[in-house]
């Protein structure tokens, strides 16, 4: 089983819809949680961190339930500017190594 | 300079021949890491610096990749003997501090081995 898993999609909503990604990550040390951005054939981007008490960026809102060891990112109001691969990250207690799913790609229609 | 720049950005290597990769970090970053991205898959991790210390190499495939960052600024990864399997996108990232997780990465160096 991989240490952070995602479902790779892809999402087709149109214009102006609410959708929402999960992530699961094994590691039940894992400390810091990240979603990042990533357009074709570009580097991935830092979208936002995840905070235990959940972080809303605009349009954007992240949270983590490490009962279940999941976290969790909702687009609302989606834009065709969406539209990319979101990657999640996690990192454990004492490593500065980030561990990524395989991303979830987002295709927002007209 | 603005952001974490790396070169070169496209290299086609034959099979066997050893290559060198790039990366200047964000100017004052302590952290830099090199990460592994092959097509449809996420960064995978490949190696840590701490100014110019080494701290962890333990995402090195295998002993034909060495990372070096003598000066604790401008890193290098090199590649030798290359596979067909070290085609990949090779990703370098810098970060402020050692306490900052997430970090900025550069546009990567996209290597075709043939």
């Given at each position: 089983r991989k240490e952070v898993e995602q479902d790779p999609g892809p999402f087709n909503v149109p214009e102006g819809a609410t959708v929402a990604f999960n992530c699961t990550y094994?590691?039940?040390?894992?400390?810091s949680f990240f979603w990042y951005r990533q357009d074709c054939r570009k580097e991935p981007k830092l979208l936002m961190s995840v905070y235990s008490s959940g972080n809303e960026d605009g349009r954007f809102t992240a949270q983590l339930n490490r009962a279940s060891q999941y976290i969790s990112l909702l687009i609302r109001d989606s834009k065709l500017s969406d539209s990319a691969t979101y990657l999640c990250a996690v990192n454990s207690a004492g490593r500065r190594a980030l561990t990524f799913g395989s991303g979830t790609r987002l295709q927002v229609q007209p | 300079g603005a952001g974490v720049s790396q070169s070169p950005r496209y290299k086609v290597a034959k099979r066997g021949q050893d290559v060198a990769l790039r990366c200047d970090p964000i100017s004052g970053h302590v952290s830099l890491f090199w990460y592994q991205q092959a097509l449809g898959q996420g960064p995978e991790f490949l190696t840590y610096f701490q100014n110019e210390a080494q701290l962890d190499k333990s995402g090195l495939p295998s002993d034909r990749f060495f990372a070096e960052r003598p000066e604790g600024s401008v890193s290098t990864l090199k590649i030798q003997r290359t596979q067909q399997e070290d085609s990949a996108v090779y990703l370098c990232a810098s970060s402020v501090?050692?306490?900052?997780a997430g970090y900025t990465f550069g546009s990567g160096t996209r290597l075709t081995v043939v």
């Open positions: 094994s590691n039940s040390a894992s400390q | 501090d050692i306490t900052t």
